[in-house]
């Protein structure tokens, strides 16, 4: 007699095509700030953007990465199906990265918009199968949430791997190899999915499309009383004389975003008496993933930047040999060579004819580092700066089984469970104190003229690592279960649009680095908003938790 599944065949399926997803994903991610600030003049050329404009693409790229996943879950719920939105989506994904690896302004932007696009058809509609695939067979669905936890500590291993995967390449044969690496990547992961659905067939059995429910909201309602006035609103923002807040695309973007809030305002406005609650609920958790968001994120831009410049990258003597063979270091010199000229803010510095001024400096590692410390030979192999990146999801492989045991032991130990709410104020508490360590890494780095140890990025990434076990998930739950039936689509979008707005505030507040001489008032400004935050659920909790109670009965 065959032993019985303890969950459904479709979870490996699925579990390894996000796998190379997410590692195409964090690759980008980990080298994208550094191929933009890279010179074109460096051995292997990056896009010479200053920082200020960097840090508005990061921001602007990774707002519109979770902006599009709220359209392409409302199109394959309706008309595309979820195995064909992820088909369509991976392919996208994969001719952005492959784009990347050509050298071209041009294509760099196209590339990116691709990219964008892909996510959107993906991400939303692979996790929604995780969910189905358990909903189809009764003996399944008290272990979706250990599913998930699966389906969400696994695929954490591509974010962990890619970025050595890209220091590798991108310091041996360039950058445009790296990119493509992502590229091949989520082709297999494609071919994959098709393939393992001749083994899991609960994948293509759940994949049904369905038709609206009554009262649901129509694809022409929802693009004409929100995309439509909000994309207006965001050209109007674009071109606006001067700034607003910063750049072009940052007052775009909030113009847009305001059209987001007053709609969903009209959703909570026009709801039943027994749907009011909830939503308020709901929106009131979405404010609360702005902050997290705006701070997590900075992973890629200001905290980038600390690892690049601030961190002392040596080579330890026990490893050298190691990851100079895999060139896991990057060499980088004393040697002046011209650079643009920035001002206080990190803004290129232009003439009268508009052209950029240029002087003389070293690599920007020297920068805060007296002249007798330059090493004599004038080169100086460090670790890559990307590889911080595989800091976090390291730790999510980690520390996930012990945070699901924490709250089950704490659990046994109460009357009462530890509410969704509660999880998430916690998690917002550990957000602020993961900006304390920065702090304090500031102080005792003399604001970088001594370089910090790496533990420090170490002991940030954890820190924050867990704020993100205690909210993301939970958030992710409390809209599955809070969500009136009707509009679940909607609140699950809002959830995904609440993320855009703080990934796109998370380039805002990097870009704002070189306004902050003291290193350490910028991440003060970090904690201070997550304790804004933290004092805004808290005062509020007492309505969450009852509101949770009388609707989801925990």
Known sequence: MAKESKHPKGL???????MWERFGFYLLIGIFFLYMTTGKDAGFPGMGFSRLKANDIYGSYLALVYLTPFIGG?????????????????????????GLSIYNETTFYISLLLIILGNGLFKPNISALVGKIYDSQPRFKDKKDTGYNIFYMGINIGAFLCNFVA???????????????????MLIGVIWFWFGQTYAKDIKEVDKISPPHPGDMSMKRIFGTLFLPATIAAILGWMIPDNIFGSDSTDAFLFFSLFVVIFYVNILRKADKNEKQPIKALLTVFAAVIVFWAIFHQNGAALTLWAENYTNREVPTAIEKPVNFLKLNQEVDTELREVAKLDAHGVEVKDENGN?????????YFNNLPKEKWPESGKKNLISTELFQSINPGFIIIFTPLVVGFFAFI????????????????GMVITSLSAVVMIVATIVSKNGMVKASAMWLFGTYAV??????????MGLSLVSKLSPPRITALMMGGWFLSTSIGNKLSGVLSGMWDLYEKKAFFFLTNSLLAMISVA???????WLRKVVEEHVGQ
Request: some cysteine; proline content about 6%.
């Open 12 to 18: 490996m399926v699925l579990f390894f095509t996000e």
């Open 74 to 98: 409302l199109l394959a719920d309706r008309f595309l199906g979820y195995r064909l939105s992820i088909t369509i989506g991976g392919l996208l994904f994969s001719a952005g990265y492959f």
């Open 167 to 185: 220091a590798i390449l991108r310091n041996y044969f360039g950058w445009g190899w790296a990119f493509a690496a992502a590229g091949l990547g």
């Open 356 to 364: 950029v001024i240029t002087e003389l400096g070293p690599h920007p």
């Open 411 to 426: 659990n046994r130990r109460r009357k009462k469970p530890v509410s969704t709410p509660a999880k998430i104020g916690w």
């Open 464 to 473: 924050i690592t867990v704020g993100e076990l205690c909210l993301s998930p």
């Open 536 to 542: 805004i659920i808290f005062a509020l909790l007492p």
